[in-house]
């Protein structure tokens, strides 16, 4: 896929946003705040770091200690979302209840560079940042991603292990993986939201409305070669634990989707199809980040 290693991460002190906090001594490996990283094929990735909110002194399920004690949650984001999206801030804000987070914006989106290829690339994007969580110190890491989110950390924990036909050269895989509303097969139609966003990648005019009205940088060339499905991915993650997380009432991808990646994970996976929920990160409580946060410190050793 590339002629460099998808593990390497390279820094730079730009900040793309005024009211971006700086880097400061303290925290989980000193390096809080906001950077950019470089992917193994030159993107840059906008990338946040927040270290962990220990809990009181004593109390169960404490995060304190060095960052080989503490977990990171590295967080994929869906298609046309970024690093400061309210939701995904909502989300990062609970995860680190559970231990350190970072958060990075995909190619194409927010402040990051290059453009979008809607779920194949973008495993560099996360290799990048799990590269980064490691470099930090950090001894576990759980991939947690949304929609496109989690198709791409399905895709990086196989890639890792040495799926066949595709190599993520010098990646170190996840200790944990947990996908959430991801699609198990590439080209679904069968929604009116997703024939909206085939719109919106395959047509200029589409690209166009991703680019001013969506923030969102959509490269015009279609896959080639087409890239390991989800559910061909899932088999080839194990051991890793993973679970697999779906809303009964996701307008995108219907509950086929999820019990397809279940089957394909066999005793190794874990389905949860919560009752009332929307699609990704925007239809995610709080309630339900806890658990997933609560599962993967269980999981992730």
């Known amino acids: 896929m590339s002629s460099g290693s998808a593990g390497h991460v390279g820094c730079t002190t730009h900040r793309p946003h005024s009211e971006t906090p700086g880097r400061a001594s303290g925290g989980t490996g000193g390096a809080r705040g906001r ?3 470089r992917t193994a094929d030159g993107v840059r990735i906008d990338c946040r770091y927040e270290p962990a909110r220990t809990p009181e002194a004593g109390s169960p399920g404490s995060t304190g200690g060095g960052p080989e004690d503490v977990p990171v949650f590295v967080v994929a984001h869906g298609f046309t979302g970024d690093v400061d999206r309210p939701h995904l801030r ?12 970072l958060t990075f914006s995909f190619r194409g989106h927010g402040a990051s560079g290059g453009r979008s290829t809607v779920g194949d690339r973008e495993v560099l ?10 470099e930090l110190g950090h001894t576990r890491v759980v991939t947690v991603g949304f929609s496109m989110g989690g ?4 895709r990086h924990a196989a890639l890792g292990s040495g799926a066949p036909g595709e190599a993520l050269p010098g990646a170190a895989g996840p200790d944990a993986v947990v996908s959430v509303s991801a699609p198990a097969r590439w080209f679904y139609r069968g929604t009116a939201p ?3 966003l085939h719109w919106l990648v395959t047509r200029p005019e589409g ?11 959509i490269h015009h060339r279609g896959w080639d070669p087409v890239p390991l ?20 009432r996701d307008g995108y991808f219907p509950l086929d989707h999820p019990r397809m990646l279940a089957a394909a994970a066999g005793e190794q996976g874990e389905l949860w199809i919560e009752p009332g ?11 339900l980040v806890h658990r997933i946060g609560d599962w993967a410190v269980a999981r992730a050793g």
């Open 35 to 37: 950077t950019f990283l």
């Open 90 to 101: 909502r989300v990062a804000r609970a995860l680190t209840r559970h231990g350190a987070v």
């Open 125 to 134: 994007d996360l290799a990048a940042a799990v590269g980064r969580a490691r």
């Open 151 to 154: 198709s791409v950390v399905l």
């Open 194 to 196: 997703m024939r909206r």
């Open 207 to 217: 690209r166009l409305v991703g680019r001013y009205g969506l923030r969102t940088r």
């Open 229 to 248: 499905s989800p559910v061909q991915a899932v088999p080839r993650i194990a051991p890793t634990p993973l679970l697999i997380v779906h809303g009964d």
């Open 277 to 287: 929920m929307g699609h990704a990160e925007n239809a995610a409580s709080e309630e």
